[in-house]
């Protein structure tokens, strides 16, 4: 909530993304892939990923090979095989690249919330300068 029940910016609320561009070639990471990746390095399977998140395997694939292309190097490595079938873990790479991205978002997830609290307050103050109150 943006402002006290009544006042004008009651129901108004600051929404974001958070995203890695590659000036080159577009979008190449942002929540949803993150949200992805630490799926698998939990389950240690794409398909296990796909089906905790409601997408189709293809469309997970689809999603790491693109970010993969847009970023030069791999995120997820196939082990084929086995008695148990194959399993997927996150590269090295990968793994830097999510824990890297988690402590972004979180940093600018902090910021933006103090930013947009006093952007709010000073909003929400009364013609005499006082906050409003609710």
Not at 5 to 34: A, Q
Not at 64 to 84: D, H, M, N, W, Y
Request: aromatic share 8%; proline share 2%.
């Amino acid at each position: 909530m943006a402002g006290p029940k009544g006042s004008k910016y009651y129901n108004i609320f600051l929404d974001y993304e958070v995203w890695l561009t590659n000036r080159e070639t577009g979008n190449c990471l942002g929540d949803h892939l993150v949200k992805l990746l630490g799926e698998i390095a939990e389950k240690g399977s794409i398909r296990s990923a796909a089906v905790e998140m409601d997408i189709s395997y293809r469309k997970a694939w689809g999603d790491i090979r693109k970010a993969e292309q847009f970023l030069g190097f791999p995120l997820v490595e196939k082990v084929r095989g086995g008695k148990s079938g194959g399993q997927s873990k996150l590269t090295t790479d990968g793994t830097e690249l999510v824990e890297a991205f988690r402590q972004l978002h979180e940093g600018i997830t902090l910021a933006i919330h103090t930013t947009t609290k006093k952007f709010f307050h000073q909003l929400n103050k009364t013609d005499d300068g006082r906050p409003t109150t609710g």
